[in-house]
């Protein structure tokens, strides 16, 4: 049996009159979408028309929740307590799935967003708020993380996991990602990033800044969509990753398809 792959992309990311990346061409490669919910970036207007394009295109909607951080874009870290990253989290579900209730849809999954989602795969109480606000505002909100406390503690709950691979970010050896504030953190040689890709999805390896081979499941592959040339890079992963013989669906047929092979 072939590989079956979600591939996502952060979209509604602006805040009122400015724009960052160009959602509608990533609606036409992606099959799920983490779509900002205030914190970070996006605003009600934002996310009507976000949830509406991914409706229309048959995209499956994800959650982005942030620290309350929108000036720093999310990318800072913040002395919040863990019932604050609850609470905000929660705070960001509710707004999104009014949108997604409006549209006649829900939403299908929860990605954390930038610091907040670095530190929940190695903090065990940023982990438990998210997991514990996950699932209590429903049982089958899919989370989706790297391997790490957050995915464990949202398999704890009974949740389903979405593991991610990020193909354009490099790996420290334990799997965490290497800080942004660190030279390589970011690749941005496009053949490297696609021979990444496969190799991730295809063959379950990816390799770290320093060489070591990592075993990864990604259920899901994120696309940066805010860099020169995302979405020609974009449109090339997904046309290699088919011609490898992978199946691009939504996050909860990517998870159906892997409880079904199990």
Same mark, same amino acid.
């Given at each position: 049996m072939g590989r079956t792959v979600d591939l996502v992309a952060d979209l509604g990311e602006g805040f009122g009159a400015y724009s960052l990346g160009d959602d509608s061409a990533l609606l036409e490669i992606v099959s799920s979408a983490n779509i900002a919910c205030g914190f970070h970036a996006g #605003?009600? !207007? /934002?996310?009507? %028309?976000?949830?509406?394009?991914?409706?229309?295109r048959g995209v499956s909607i994800g959650a982005h929740?942030?620290?309350? !951080?929108?000036r720093g874009f999310g990318r800072r870290a913040m002395d919040l307590t863990a019932a604050e990253v609850r609470n905000d989290v929660l705070y960001q579900l509710g707004a999104l799935s009014a949108f997604a209730a409006y549209h006649g849809t829900s939403? &299908?999954?929860?990605?954390?967003?930038?610091?907040?989602?670095?530190? =929940?795969?190695? %903090?065990?109480d940023y982990a438990t708020a998210v997991a514990d606000a996950a699932s209590r505002f429903r049982t089958d909100l899919i989370v989706l993380a790297q391997d790490?406390?957050?995915?464990?503690?949202?398999?704890? *709950?009974?949740?389903?996991?979405?593991i991610v691979g990020i193909a !354009?970010?490099?790996?420290?050896?334990?799997?965490?990602? =290497?800080? %942004?504030?660190?030279?390589? &953190?970011? /690749?941005? #040689?496009?053949?490297?990033?696609? #021979?990444?890709? /496969? *190799?991730?999805?295809?063959?379950?390896? /990816?390799?770290?800044?320093?060489?070591? %081979?990592?075993?990864?499941?990604?259920d899901t592959v994120l696309l940066h969509g805010d860099n020169p040339g995302a979405v020609d890079l974009a449109r090339l992963i997904r046309k290699e990753l088919t011609a490898a013989g992978v199946t691009i669906a939504p996050l909860p047929q990517v998870l159906?398809?892997? &409880?079904?092979?199990?």
């Open positions: #605003d009600p !207007d /934002i996310m009507d %028309r976000t949830v509406a394009e991914c409706v229309r929740p942030s620290f309350p !951080d929108l939403v &299908a999954h929860i990605a954390p967003h930038g610091r907040l989602g670095n530190l =929940v795969a190695t %903090r065990q790490g406390e957050l995915a464990q503690a949202a398999a704890g *709950r009974g949740l389903p996991v979405a !354009d970010r490099a790996y420290e050896d334990d799997g965490t990602l =290497v800080p %942004r504030s660190q030279p390589g &953190a970011v /690749i941005h #040689d496009p053949a490297t990033i696609v #021979d990444r890709t /496969i *190799r991730m999805v295809c063959e379950g390896i /990816i390799e770290s800044a320093s060489g070591v %081979r990592l075993p990864v499941v990604a159906a398809a892997k &409880a079904e092979a199990a």
